[in-house]
């Protein structure tokens, strides 16, 4: 572990290159991949509804009757829903770990610096 130190000592740019690496890796890269997957998660969604809306247009023009289901189901209250859970799932991720790789940054910043 004293090797460490000496090592960090030596080379103080190793304290910034790590303040950096663990600010991506903690922060923005979960960050992107939530988002991509939420934004992918939201699109296959409304996919599904305009299928499901289609189908049921299909069905009832089919049927000849206008006594199809309605196309405000339970279904689609529960599906419409999960956007704004999403949006708030990521707005919750970034306000809880977002100052944590602030602060590290900022940290590191300040330190090399010399204002700290």
Same mark, same amino acid.
Request: with cysteine; charged share 10%; aromatic share 6%.
């Given at each position: 572990?004293?090797?460490?130190? =000496?090592?960090?000592?030596?080379?103080?740019? *190793?304290?910034?290159?790590?303040?950096?690496?663990? =600010?991506?890796?903690?922060?923005? #890269?979960?960050?992107?991949?939530?988002? !991509?997957?939420?934004? $992918?998660?939201?699109?296959?969604?409304?996919? =599904? &509804?305009?299928?499901?809306?289609?189908?049921?247009?299909s069905c009832r023009s089919v049927s000849g009757t206008g006594t199809g289901r309605?196309?405000?189901g339970s279904g689609n209250s529960g599906q419409?829903? #999960?956007?704004?859970?999403? *949006?708030?799932?990521? *707005? *919750?991720?970034? !306000? $809880? !770990?977002?100052?944590?790789?602030?602060?590290?940054?900022? &940290?590191?910043?300040?330190?090399? =610096?010399?204002? &700290?």
């Amino acid at each position: 572990m004293q090797a460490l130190g =000496s090592f960090i000592r030596n080379y103080p740019q *190793v304290d910034l290159i790590y303040s950096f690496v663990w =600010s991506l890796m903690a922060l923005f #890269i979960p960050l992107i991949i939530l988002t !991509v997957c939420n934004v $992918c998660l939201i699109r296959a969604l409304q996919q =599904s &509804r305009r299928l499901q809306s289609q189908c049921r247009a299909s069905c009832r023009s089919v049927s000849g009757t206008g006594t199809g289901r309605n196309a405000t189901g339970s279904g689609n209250s529960g599906q419409q829903r #999960i956007t704004p859970t999403l *949006v708030a799932l990521i *707005v *919750v991720f970034t !306000v $809880c !770990v977002g100052p944590s790789g602030l602060l590290e940054t900022l &940290r590191t910043l300040l330190e090399k =610096s010399g204002l &700290r």
